[in-house]
């Protein structure tokens, strides 16, 4: 079986960019989270859906971060515009199906670097 | 919300020494969850404990949650260098429609010295 699938695995901007992160959970998974992960703040959750819908989006750090999931495969995170302290690796992770539903399954992650 | 409180940060050891890293919260846990993270690498799961007081194993790898469900170990035996990653306790709130918000702890670094 597919684990959730990340895309860009790697990506350099310049900050101002805007910079869009894509994930595609485990098929039959009704919940979608993000995480961000950095060495001063650790895993930190920004937001979460369950059938699509925003359920909890307290973690996001502000404006310039959106995330969006028109369907329940596919999902995207935005940051417009980019400021190097946005530099960390951006996890999505999903959950559901007929397993232990509150076991999360991390894809690879997203690392970010803006200069 | 909750917090879980990880110790040590960052542990060293000889390939063949034990490990234990330690969870802790104020406030008591309906579950935790424990997730290993290799450099480079995603975290992955790898047990949940429910119960008060109850203790899971995985080979070299022994779980428990404490009676008064505010603390939880992650004990390694006899260390191998496959084992090198950052262990991560999360506590989970309420369980509401099959899924909850994991907070996660601070993880606990473990290195090997082959």
């Known amino acids: 079986d597919a684990g959730v699938i990340q895309s860009p695995r790697h990506e350099v901007t310049e900050m101002g960019q805007e910079v869009t992160l894509r994930c595609k959970p485990i098929?039959?998974?009704?919940?979608l989270f993000w995480y961000r992960q950095t060495m001063m703040r650790g895993l930190e959750l920004l937001i979460y859906?369950?059938?699509?819908?925003?359920?909890?989006d307290s973690g996001m750090p502000e404006d310039r971060f959106s995330a969006k999931m028109p369907n329940a495969s596919f999902s995207t995170l935005k940051i417009q515009p980019s400021e190097p302290r946005d530099s960390a690796v951006y996890f999505c992770?999903?959950?559901?199906?007929?397993?232990?539903?509150?076991?999360?399954?991390f894809g690879e992650g997203s690392w970010l670097t803006v200069v | 919300g909750q917090q879980v409180m990880q110790i040590p940060q960052y542990q060293h050891v000889q390939e063949g020494e034990d490990f234990t890293t330690y969870c802790n919260s104020s406030?008591?846990?309906?579950?935790i969850q424990w997730y290993k993270q290799r450099p480079g690498g995603h975290p992955v799961f790898l047990i949940q404990?429910?119960?008060?007081?109850e203790v899971k194993k995985q080979k070299r790898l022994t779980f428990q949650f404490g009676e008064a469900k505010k603390n939880s170990s992650l004990h390694i035996t006899a260390t191998q260098t496959t084992d090198v990653g950052t262990y991560f306790c999360?506590?989970?709130?309420?369980?509401?429609?099959?899924?909850?918000?994991?907070?996660f702890g601070q993880g606990t670094r473990l290195t090997i010295n082959p």
């Open positions: 406030t008591t846990l309906s579950n």
């Open positions: 404990l429910v119960k008060s007081g």
């Open positions: 859906f369950n059938n699509n819908v925003p359920i909890d």
């Open positions: 098929s039959g998974h009704d919940y």
């Open positions: 992770a999903s959950s559901g199906g007929q397993g232990l539903r509150n076991t999360i399954y």
């Open positions: 999360a506590e989970g709130g309420l369980i509401i429609q099959g899924a909850q918000k994991l907070v």
